[in-house]
């Protein structure tokens, strides 16, 4: 995968007096991040965009933070195109589907409709940043494309004036840009939606019966320990075997994940997720067994991806949306059983925890609401603690939840889950 360092960037100005050049003063513009491709080699092109952007800061022209947004942003497209060996970031094909930026729109929606991992907004600063790029990169003309990169669109908008004449402004955009449309907010994270403790189960057991083995260990992850699916499919087989008593659930273990620990999270947040006795044990008997022996052979001839848990057939990582077939099996499964899993993406098992979780520590007879924000927070690898109180205020304002509470209960606070 790609990944990001940052390097001291300080600019000097640059002044001639005849055939002599001087340096002049220097500014120092702080942390600059330069993108490197998963076999260490460095993508220049965007790290020349990036100091670029870093050489306007002084001026007042943007600013650090949003320096590292848009580092960010290009680093998940330079994700995206390592995972599909039929792109590269510099050529586009005659058709949309041969061009990387368009593929890379269709795969930030999918991430946003049917996975559920990545925010609206995210979304839309995603795309505009990779836009922003190479409009750059061909303003400066380090690009030729033999096609259209994106197609360039303006819109004119009437504004009526005090003194009663009408005006207008012209808007550009393109047709890569994606409308920032909030989910509903009934829910939590964003607007998703916990499955009850029967729809989870159900969903758990038709998984495990007729859809492949990594999905089905993979929604079990994320059902009992709310880890997001981008962490799901970048853990390592040393995060299982590092795993210790959790501190926070008796009986149960914890992993470490995050940039420290080598595991990708939303917002590198370095947290210790809990995980039941018995979906660990599963693991080390998956990873152990002969189906990820032959797919880990695979990978190594690629020199890549060996030390991950979950590997496809071909040796490659998986990427958030490589389940999408199985989730959509899953979804018929469940319909043909007259439940409605239309809206259940794979986020949907992180808000499931969350709720379940808090649902079964406020039945505890010494609960304390502090306590409880503190521990989920620790658990699920929340950055703010306004998102934890969404889980806690969801949970409260429902009173059906209570039934279920009991069941969950006896598993969280009573023997780790077998």
Known sequence: MAYTRKFNYTRYSISESGDQIALGPETFVGPLPRIFW???????????????????????????????????HLKAYADFIESNDDLEWDKFGARRRQRPTYRFRGYLIKCRDEVGDLAPSTVTNRIRSVKAFYQWILANKILFPEYDVYEPRTAKIRIARWHGINDAITVHSSDLAIPNRTRSRNGVEGGLLPLSLEHRNLALSLARKYCTEEFALALELGFY????????????????????????????????????????????????????????????????????????????????????????????????????????????????????????????????????????????????????????????????????????????????????????????????SE
């Not at 050489?55 to 320096?67: K, N, Q, R, W, Y």
Request: hydrophobic fraction near 40%; charged fraction near 20%.
């Open 38 to 72: 998963g076999n260490g080699v460095e993508w220049a092109e965007a790290s020349l965009y990036l100091a670029a952007r870093a050489d306007v800061i002084p001026e007042g022209f943007g600013s650090t933070d949003a320096l590292a947004s848009h580092a960010k």
């Open 225 to 416: 320990t709310g880890m997001r699916i981008g962490s799901i499919i970048d853990i390592k087989v040393e995060t299982i075997e590092m795993a210790k008593p959790s501190r926070d659930l008796p009986g149960y273990y914890e992993l470490a994940i995050g940039p420290a620990h080598n595991v990708q999270t939303k917002g590198d947040v370095n947290y210790h997720p809990a995980i039941p006795t018995g979906i660990l044990r599963k693991l080390n008997d998956y990873i152990c067994g002969v189906k990820r022996s032959i797919r880990k052979a695979k990978a190594q001839e690629s020199g890549s991806n060996a030390n991950l848990v979950f590997i496809t057939r071909r040796g490659a990582r998986y990427t958030v949306t490589s389940w999408q077939h199985e989730m959509n099996k899953l979804r018929a499964l469940a319909l043909a059983r007259g439940v409605d899993l239309s809206e259940f993406y794979f986020h949907c098992t992180r808000a499931t925890f969350g709720t379940l979780l808090v649902a079964a520590m406020l039945s505890q007879p010494t609960a304390k609401t502090v306590n409880i924000l503190a521990t989920i927070k620790r658990l699920m690898g929340h950055a703010h603690e306004r998102t934890t109180l969404e889980y806690v205020k969801w949970v409260e304002t429902r009173e059906s939840i209570g039934a279920l509470v009991d069941e969950y209960g006896e598993t969280l606070f009573g023997p780790a």
